[in-house]
C-alpha cells in the first residue's frame, strides 16, 4: 500500500499568502476591511460560532441556551450602534451575564444585568470606526454569567 499525503495545508497557504498579500496592498479601509471579514468568518465558523443577522428580527440562536431577539443596528458617529434583546431560554436566572460582540474584526464586551427565565433583556453596543457595509453581520459569544437556582 502507498501513502497518500493531502494537499490542503500547501493550498492554505496559498489562499493565506493571496490574502494578506491583498491586504497590504489594498488602498482603503473598505478593502482592508473586508480581508479581515473573509479572515474572521473562516476562524469562527470553524469554532462553530453562529452568524447572527442583525437586519431580521427574528430569534437567532446565539447558543449556550441564549437567543438573540429584536436585531438591529444603525450608523452613530463614526460607527455602528448593534441593539436587540438576549433571550434566556434556561429555567434559572442569569445575572451579570457578559457577552462579546464580535464583528468585521471588532470585538466588544457587553453586560446583561439580569435575564429572568424564559425571559429577555434588552442591550445596546457601539463599535466605532464600523463600516455600514460590514455591520450586517455579527457574532455573539456568551462569556460569563452567573446562574441563580430558587430553593423550594
Known sequence: ??????????????LLIIIMAVFLYAENKAQ?????????????????????????????????????S???????LTGIKFSGRIANTKATAVSVATFKLMVAG??????????????STAFEVYVPDLLPSFAREARI????????FRKD
Open 141 to 148: 459569544v456568551p462569556d460569563t454569567y452567573m446562574v441563580h
Open 32 to 68: 482592508k476591511q473586508w480581508v479581515l471579514d473573509v479572515l474572521e468568518n473562516n476562524y469562527y465558523n470553524n469554532q462553530g460560532i453562529p452568524i447572527l443577522d442583525f437586519t431580521v428580527d427574528s430569534a437567532q440562536v446565539i447558543g449556550d441556551g441564549f437567543l438573540l
Open 106 to 119: 471588532h470585538e466588544k464586551d457587553f453586560t446583561v444585568s439580569r435575564i429572568s427565565p424564559a425571559n
Open 1 to 14: 500500500m502507498s501513502e497518500r499525503k493531502s494537499n490542503a495545508l500547501p493550498l492554505f497557504n496559498l
Open 70 to 76: 429584536d436585531a438591529a443596528q444603525e450608523e452613530h
